[in-house]
């Protein structure tokens, strides 16, 4: 997304960038090969670089609120399927790559002094290097 770093930030039990999203929000059908989040108003940080929101001392300073007022990410078709299990390591999965567009746009809040807003392209004009929808199981789940 350009200059800035999106993300939820850092949890207390140290998850990085992962946030909840309403129900509903995802759907997925494997058979079919497809997939699409959808999200609205979702509270993140601009932490301004990737660098920056991994660092602790943040030397560009601390992140920022911002809100990501849309996001809507699709993946379809089939380049190749993917099954495999591993029964030492406890991981088994089966995975689709495919195509994958996206297509969001995210504020930073004026309050905060910055008031960035990033508008993507149209998803259309997606261009993908790799994506990949799947559903695996590991550990104690395997």
């Given amino acids: 997304m350009g ?21 509903g929000s995802v759907q997925v059908d494997l058979s079919q090969a ?34 990501i007022e849309s996001l809507d990410m699709r993946w379809t078709g089939i380049h190749r399927r993917v099954s495999f299990s591993d029964s030492t390591d406890k991981f088994a999965g089966d995975f689709v790559e495919d195509s994958a567009t996206i297509k969001v746009v995210v504020t930073t809040l004026p309050s905060t002094g910055h008031g ?21 199981h590991n550990g104690v789940f395997f």
């Fill in 3 to 23: 200059p800035h770093s999106y993300d939820p930030g850092i949890s207390q039990t140290l998850v990085v960038w992962v946030t909840p999203i309403p129900d």
């Fill in 116 to 136: 960035f807003r990033f508008v993507s392209d149209p998803a259309r004009t997606t261009i993908t290097n790799f994506a990949q929808i799947g559903s695996e």
């Fill in 34 to 67: 497809e997939a699409s989040l959808h999200a609205r108003n979702i509270c993140i940080l601009d932490a301004f670089t990737v660098e920056n929101s991994l660092t602790v001392s943040r030397p560009l300073g601390n992140p920022v609120a911002a809100t």
